[in-house]
């Protein structure tokens, strides 16, 4: 069992966080937006504890994918005696950034979608310790091959995403802020329904982002903005959570 990390100012609460979890689970999701900013401090400390040179960054993909997996944390916690949701949190935290460290020893490249890969590896990415499975997001794995399903629409696999996402942070969020634009703008997004690609004249008419640009990341864009046209409150979560991810806590 981790050992439970404490943060002098959030973590004594008049009001216990499971409480606050149950609340959230059964569809508060505003409360749960201000879970996670208020608990910014703590989740940075799972990834210092698990790499010491990222005591102070809120910047990095292992902080991202820490967000994502607090996030699913809050989703899969289930009331079991001993176990707090804050040390359930660090075991998830724990296992995805295992999980990330694994993939990038092996593929040599940064993904920013790889949390969110359901195909059938043996070390799924969702899996938690062996005493932990009753914990397991399946509503998770639901929302996920809900978009591959999604995808094929417009001829994207998951693996374009893993395989095609952008490697760099601020480049991301840039396309988050484009396939924002798109979600918004109610013609924008129609026609990218009705064509299956992104309307890039009237897209560059609202931000002055380079034409090669949105080619090259023209499948990540798509499938952010389904994303953001779905039901897929956990991946809808990730979208924002990555769109912060260079954000100071203060």
């Known amino acids: 069992m981790l050992s439970f990390v404490r943060n002098k100012n959030i973590a004594e609460k008049p009001h216990k966080i499971e409480d ?21 401090p703590f989740i940075l400390k799972c990834v210092s504890m698990y ?36 040390n359930f949190s660090q ?33 799924h990415p969702y899996d938690v310790p062996t005493e932990d499975k009753s914990f397991l997001g399946l509503e ?24 095609r996402s952008p490697k760099q942070v601020d480049t991301r969020k840039r396309m988050i802020h484009l396939a924002r634009l798109i979600h918004d703008n109610s013609p924008l997004l129609s026609k990218l329904k009705r064509t299956k690609g992104i309307p890039i004249k009237e897209l560059m008419e609202l931000s002055p982002v380079c034409r090669k640009t949105i080619e090259q990341n023209r499948k990540y864009i798509i499938a952010l903005v389904v994303i953001l046209d779905s039901k897929f409150e956990t991946m809808k979560g990730y979208i924002s959570n990555c769109g912060r991810s260079e954000l100071n806590a203060n």
């Open 20 to 40: 606050t979890i149950n609340s959230i689970q059964q569809g508060d999701f505003a409360l749960r937006e201000k879970l996670i900013l208020e608990y910014k």
């Open 51 to 86: 790499n010491h040179s990222l005591e102070n960054d809120y910047s990095s993909d292992e902080f991202s994918i820490a967000l994502i997996a607090f996030n699913e944390a809050i989703n899969t916690y289930k009331i079991v005696k001993g176990m707090s949701f804050l």
């Open 91 to 123: 075991i998830v935290i724990r296992n995805r950034l295992n999980d990330y460290a694994r993939k990038k020893q092996k593929d040599k490249q940064v993904v920013s979608l790889e949390s969110l890969r359901g195909d059938n590896e043996e070390n």
């Open 140 to 163: 998770v794995r639901d929302e996920i091959n809900a978009l591959i399903q999604e995808l094929k629409q417009y001829q994207i696999s998951l693996g374009d995403l893993i395989h």
